[in-house]
């Protein structure tokens, strides 16, 4: 389980190159997740005003599908902060704090 760890250290650090497309990609999840919260903050509140019990539930339903991938989302933001952090030791001070 530990030579597993240090592997997938080791694979990080030497994948140095795809930092950028990994940054690009929590770009990607972190402005996809900010416009489904958009979005389901209307609906929810459109709901909320309508004090509508069917429309109400539809909301919450519709609510569950885009917070399972925001949780995805944001799964993979924590791995990649993570890997990033141990990558830090050998960037030497290339990224500004
Ligand atoms: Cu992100």
Known sequence: M??????AQQSGMSGHMSMETMMKECQT????????IDQMKTTMEKAQQSNDPVQMREALAQAQQPLAAMKDHMASCMSMMSMMQQM???MGGQMKK
């Open 88 to 90: 830090q030791g050998g």
């Open 29 to 36: 999840h972190c402005q996809e997740t900010t416009a489904s």
């Open 2 to 7: 530990l030579t597993a760890l240090v592997a």
